[in-house]
Nanobody, 121 residues
Framework: QVQLVESGGGLVLPGESLRLSCAASGSIFRIKAMGWYRQVPGKQRELVATEAPGGSTNYATSVEGRFTISRDNNENTVYLQMNSLKPEDTAVYYC???????????????WGQGTQVTVSS
């Protein structure tokens, strides 16, 4: 099992910034990918940003240029720096990771509990 602990959500004004953090712990041999998704009531969960080993990143078009994903591999932690926040960024943000529990094992996906981000004047 893997646990993901998220932090950093909150209420901010449009144009302000927030930094989300997510730390993974538990039975981890190798982390294949870490990232962030978000969801608003009544809509499907959508990708925000992901990072795979080697540093390749993928961003939703709506956040490109404003959000930056980064990882601390030593701490199994992923961050999401969110700048120039807009009201439409309001959502519950979920941390995601894809891990191997042992050499040669298949990949397992895990989700965090979610952290609320609200952008409102």
């Amino acid at each position: 099992q893997v646990q993901l602990v998220e932090s950093g959500g909150g209420l901010v004004l449009p144009g302000e910034s927030l930094r989300l953090s997510c730390a993974a712990s538990g039975s981890i041999f190798r982390i294949k990918a870490m990232g962030w998704y978000r969801q608003v009531p009544g809509k499907q969960r959508e990708l925000v940003a992901t990072e795979a080993p080697g540093g390749s990143t993928n961003y939703a078009t709506s956040v490109e240029g404003r959000f930056t994903i980064s990882r601390d591999n030593n701490e199994n932690t992923v961050y999401l720096q969110m700048n120039s926040l807009k009201p439409e960024d309001t959502a519950v943000y979920y941390c995601y990771t894809l891990v191997q529990h042992s050499p040669g094992s298949r990949d397992y996906a895990y989700w965090g509990q979610g952290t609320q981000v609200t952008v409102s004047s």
